[in-house]
Every structure is written in structure tokens, then in C-alpha cells.
């Protein structure tokens, strides 16, 4: 890659989010060219690292990534075009400490979110995977995993999670579900955000298999 390519001397950060791709595809977790990830790469001024849209996560190039800056439009031009969710990468960067933000488009995150729709979230206690999320230190604490209304109103529902991530009494903490949609965590770096898709995944997948298991939400 050419050393005045935006991309140049991206390709440690870049092959981390492709490894991430390959995983969740296998997973079943990104699969259709759904989900989008990202890395921090400057804080003043922002600059992430966003996957390109469109593009098969479990196949990704070098090339399927985008620089892009803090109004969450490509840094330079000739580059593909990003995430049409870009902005919900952006405001996570700007509001927390963090290194990396990935979304996930799994089956269990899409049909409970559904489900759960009408009460808000999807409470887990008592599950010892909960460790597995950064600060966590007993399977006694419980976590709240809140829902928000999907819309094509990318900027609104970025507000919505900026005001979640600022509130003083309850702060939005780990990630998030868009109903129907998938779900957003992060992390300190690319390694810390993708433990936190596993957790978060299998802590889905355990309430739904209760489900069926108990007849009961």
C-alpha cells in the first residue's frame, strides 16, 4: 500500500478487524455483509478506522476499510463509502475511553430484542460469563442490556445512545441492542470489544435456549 494511502500503515489495526470478521462470520454473528466494526486511531482529533459498507466480514480486504474523521465522513477522498452507522461508532469513541466498537448482527440479538422490545432491555444475573465484561467481578451483579427502537434516523438514534452514555443516575455501560437489529459493545482495544461480543452473545443465547426450555421470558 502506497505510504501516502490513508490506509498506510493501518494494516496491525486492520488485520485484527479482519480476523474479528472471520470470527463472528463462522460465528454466525456477521454474516450477509452485515455488522460493522471500528478502531480508535486519534482522539484529538477523532479518527477511527471503520469497515467499509457492504462488504462480506467474513472475507474482508485490506482495501475494505475507511479513515474517517469525528462528523464521520472519509478523511480523504477516494476511499470507499462507510458504514451508513458510522455515527453510532463516532459517539461511543467521543463519549468513552475506548479503543475499538463492533456491532454484531447475531439471530438470538435480533429475535430478543424483539422480543424484550416492550420492557426496555434484557435483565442477566447469576450467570459467572458476566466476569467476562471489563470491571465485573462476581456472577452476582446484575446487567441490564438495553433496547432502542431501530429507525433509518442514524444521527436521532446516536443522540439517543449520547444522552444513555451521559446519563448521570444510569449510565449506558458495555453495549446496547437495536431492536431487530443486532447489538454494539466495546472495549479498550480490538482484543478487550470482541470478549465482550462473546459475552454478550452467549449471555443471549442462554436466555433464549431458557426460553425454550421454560415457556417463560
Known amino acids: 500500500m502506497a505510504e501516502c494511502h490513508p490506509l498506510a500503515n493501518l494494516e496491525t489495526q486492520i488485520d485484527k478487524l479482519r480476523?474479528?470478521?472471520?470470527?463472528?462470520?463462522?460465528?454466525?454473528?456477521?454474516?450477509?455483509?452485515?455488522?460493522?466494526?471500528?478502531?480508535v486511531l486519534e482522539t484529538d482529533p477523532l479518527e477511527l478506522l471503520v469497515t467499509a459498507s457492504g462488504r462480506d466480514k467474513g472475507r474482508l480486504d485490506r482495501t475494505d476499510f475507511v479513515?474517517?474523521?469525528?462528523?464521520?465522513?472519509?478523511?480523504?477522498?477516494?476511499?470507499?463509502?462507510s458504514s451508513a452507522e458510522t455515527l453510532l461508532h463516532i459517539v461511543v469513541a467521543t463519549e468513552r475511553?475506548?479503543?475499538?466498537?463492533?456491532?454484531?448482527?447475531?439471530?438470538w440479538a435480533t429475535e430478543l430484542s424483539q422480543l424484550y422490545s416492550d420492557r426496555g432491555g434484557i435483565d442477566f444475573e447469576g450467570y459467572e460469563m458476566l466476569k467476562g465484561l471489563d470491571g465485573i467481578k462476581t456472577?452476582?451483579?446484575?446487567?441490564?442490556?438495553?433496547?432502542f427502537e431501530n429507525t433509518q434516523d442514524i444521527p436521532h438514534l446516536a443522540d439517543q445512545v449520547r444522552q444513555r452514555l451521559n446519563d448521570s443516575e444510569n449510565?449506558?455501560?458495555?453495549?446496547?441492542?437495536?431492536?431487530?437489529?443486532?447489538?454494539?459493545?466495546?472495549?479498550?482495544?480490538v482484543e478487550e470489544a470482541r470478549r465482550h461480543v462473546e459475552v454478550l452473545e452467549f449471555l443471549l443465547e442462554c436466555k433464549a435456549r431458557r426460553i425454550q426450555l421454560t415457556g417463560k421470558l
Not at 99 to 105: E, K, R, S
Request: hydrophobic share 30%; charged share 15%; proline share 8%.
Open 19 to 39: 480476523m474479528t470478521g472471520a470470527m463472528f462470520y463462522q460465528r454466525g454473528w456477521s454474516v450477509g455483509t452485515s455488522s460493522n466494526y471500528s478502531v
Open 67 to 81: 479513515r474517517v474523521g469525528a462528523d464521520g465522513q472519509p478523511t480523504s477522498p477516494d476511499q470507499p463509502k
Open 97 to 107: 475511553p475506548v479503543g475499538a466498537i463492533l456491532h454484531t448482527h447475531s439471530p
Open 139 to 147: 456472577h452476582e451483579h446484575r446487567f441490564r442490556f438495553e433496547i
Open 171 to 189: 449510565p449506558l455501560q458495555y453495549g446496547y441492542l437495536i431492536r431487530g437489529h443486532g447489538l454494539y459493545t466495546w472495549g479498550r482495544d
